[in-house]
């Protein structure tokens, strides 16, 4: 009987067994072999922090609303899973055993999925010259892309990135690649910023030990830059990253954030004062992507491609390895000791 991953209560992980449903004519069958962990949108979850304690997201509304009987736990955690195609069934088309394939599903010893043309399937079957823990940071890419297309970015743009995580650092190399023409980063983590320079960053800043906004509006020249992309998912970031931007520039809120903004974030100053553009960014839940041509589907294709041909580096992104069955030492590892990693992959 195979294992999942479920979140029982805050920081309480729980390895339990489950079964496999039986196989659809349209479905495969596919047994892990490499899942990531997300640093933010899980680690949110697995210390009770999200949203999503005692509401829920009505997708008709499109409205967190209050529900009492919401039942928080038992959790799954997780969306960027890799597995090998164990089973075909007779009417799925695209599709062989023996296919490596990546699932924006939870963390569990297998999965059972409908083989659909549909833009938001969760699959996408990888070229065998990625390797599955390359492939494990398929949606991070996909999300980062998101992120830097919200941006509407142009050549000859300059650019502010906080939080430098590794959605962060990705955002930098794709803002290079989309011609930004100055690049600043913003991390409290030294190892970070050294990587983030590595990305082709111009400069680097630890919030800790200055005025992160001041400091990048006047090394960016000319006013500040024309958008920043906050990742971190604090407030607080948010709030250098509008005081960084250029009059009417844009801010791309694409971080996970949690509880309240509190005196963090003072919209009644540089956000009204230079008319500023705030821009939420993500790619799941249904929202549309704000260019016609583009769907989640073309969206993960690209970042496949991009994986394929080395146009994102992710080599120095995997900083620890746990099997699936110690998963608890995983998260309990990022949660205290955030500074000690980037990504943190579970092998089965």
Not at 26 to 35: F, H, Q
Not at 90 to 100: F, M, N, S
Not at 150 to 157: H, Q, Y
Not at 334 to 340: F, N, Q, S, T, W
Request: charged share 25%.
């Amino acid at each position: 009987m195979p294992n999942e991953l479920l979140l029982t209560a805050p920081r309480a992980i729980r390895i339990a067994p489950y079964d496999d449903p039986l196989l659809g004519t349209d479905e495969v069958r596919a047994d892990a072999i490499a899942s990531g962990i997300s640093h933010g949108t899980e680690l949110a979850l697995y210390r009770g922090d999200s949203v999503f304690g005692g509401k829920r997201f009505d997708l008709d509304l499109r409205l967190f609303l209050e529900d009492a009987e919401t039942q928080r736990y038992p959790m799954r955690l997780g969306y960027e899973w890799v597995g090998r195609v164990g089973a075909v069934g007779a009417d799925a088309r695209g599709i062989e055993v023996g296919d490596h394939v990546h699932l924006t599903l939870p963390h569990r010893e297998t999965h059972t999925v409908t083989i659909t043309d549909a833009p938001s399937a969760p699959w996408l079957v990888l070229p065998k010259e990625v390797e599955p823990e390359r492939a494990a940071l398929l949606q991070s890419v996909t999300i980062a892309l998101q992120a830097v297309h919200d941006a509407r970015l142009k050549v000859g743009d300059r650019v502010a990135i906080f939080g430098l995580g590794a959605f962060g650092l990705l955002a930098v190399q794709l803002a290079r690649l989309s011609g930004a023409g100055w690049i600043g980063a913003v991390d409290p983590i030294a190892g970070r910023r050294e990587l983030a320079r590595s990305f082709g960053a111009d400069c680097t800043l630890d919030p800790d030990c200055c005025d992160a906004g001041r400091e990048i509006k006047l090394a960016s020249g000319r006013g500040g830059p024309d958008v920043a992309i906050e990742f971190s998912g604090r407030y607080a970031a948010l709030h250098e990253a509008l005081r960084c931007v250029r009059l009417a520039g844009t801010v791309v809120a694409a971080g996970f954030y949690v509880g309240g903004a509190g005196s963090d974030l003072r919209l009644g100053e540089e956000f009204h004062h230079n008319r500023l553009t705030l821009v939420g960014s993500m790619s799941g839940w249904g929202a549309p992507h704000r260019e016609p041509g583009w769907d989640r589907r073309r969206l993960r294709a690209t970042a496949l491609d991009l994986l394929v041909h080395g146009r994102v580096d992710v080599a120095a992104f995997i900083t620890h390895r746990f099997p699936f069955e110690r998963a608890a030492e995983a998260y309990e590892l990022i949660d205290r000791r955030p500074e000690e990693t980037l990504r943190v992959v579970l092998t089965y």
